[in-house]
């Protein structure tokens, strides 16, 4: 079985030097606990550069995006304070690989609960050839996480289990989804985040970010495009592509 570290250190370079890696194949003999203990070696590269946890994701609590991406099992990711792009802010195709935009809900922890939501968008860039890997790869990746953008904060709105999602890019609606997709309803994601994380010693602290997941499949980013995530009830969130 290839070492831990020298996995991590691949995708933590794979990032920082915005290329590709292959697959780590059979031979490496990856399984789930395994993949979370990568994980957080390839996080910890990013702490070591003085990046600051700020909260977590969910990933693959849609079927749209389970099906996307050929693999059916919740999974959850870390989010460091380098990778918050603010509410209408920029972000360089050249800084990535392959990125793609999903639109999602976003949780702000307080006393242990939901204490504000906001509509956001995610932004996803593999470090695998042509974003396809197994569960393990995906969940060793940080669950593919780059960036995040989150809009305005407000109290939970009635409904929050059925809103209508939309991303458009520059106007034109490209998916359509429901909060309901994230999980029947999307303040299943605390409970499921707090249950996966803490199987691996990680506390949702207060002020944490939580993303739900992704309510529709993602798309891919081109140069010079504005994308607006627009959840019913919560307003949106946008953030333009420069190349
Ligand atoms: C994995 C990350 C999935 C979501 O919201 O479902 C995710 C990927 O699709 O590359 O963030
Ligand atoms: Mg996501």
Redo the contacts with the bound molecule.
């Keep these: 079985m290839t070492d831990l570290a020298t996995i991590a250190e691949r995708l933590d370079q794979a990032a920082t030097s915005r290329t590709v890696t292959p697959q780590f194949g059979a031979d490496a003999g990856l399984d789930v606990p395994t993949a979370y203990r990568i994980q957080e070696a390839v996080v910890a590269h990013r702490t070591a550069r003085g990046e600051r946890l700020v909260g977590l ?6 079927r749209a ?2 099906a ?2 050929g693999v059916d099992e919740v ?1 959850w ?1 870390r989010l460091t304070d380098a990778m918050a792009i603010a509410d209408g802010g920029t972000i360089s195709l050249a800084d990535h690989i392959h990125p ?1 935009a ?1 639109p ?1 809900v976003a949780f702000l922890i307080g006393g242990g609960t939901i204490a504000a939501v906001a509509p956001a968008i ?1 932004v ?1 860039d ?1 470090r695998y050839v042509d ?1 396809r ?1 197994t569960l393990p790869e ?1 969940i060793a ?1 940080n ?3 780059s960036g995040f953008v989150v809009g305005a904060w407000q109290p939970v709105p009635a409904g929050i289990d059925n809103l209508g999602v939309l991303l458009e890019v520059d106007g034109r609606t490209v998916q359509i989804g429901s909060t309901a997709a994230i999980l029947g309803d999307p303040r299943r994601a605390l409970a499921e985040a707090v249950r996966l994380a803490a199987a691996d010693g990680v506390e949702l602290t207060d002020g944490s970010v939580l ?1 739900a ?2 309510a529709t499949a ?1 798309v891919p980013l081109k140069p010079g495009a504005h994308v607006r995530a627009v959840v019913e009830s919560l307003g949106a969130a946008s953030l333009k592509v420069t190349p």
């Design positions: 994701k969910l990933g693959l609590t849609s995006k389970m996307q991406m999974i990711g793609k999903e999602e995610e996803i593999s974003f890997f995906v990746d669950t593919s996480a993303l997941g992704a993602a």
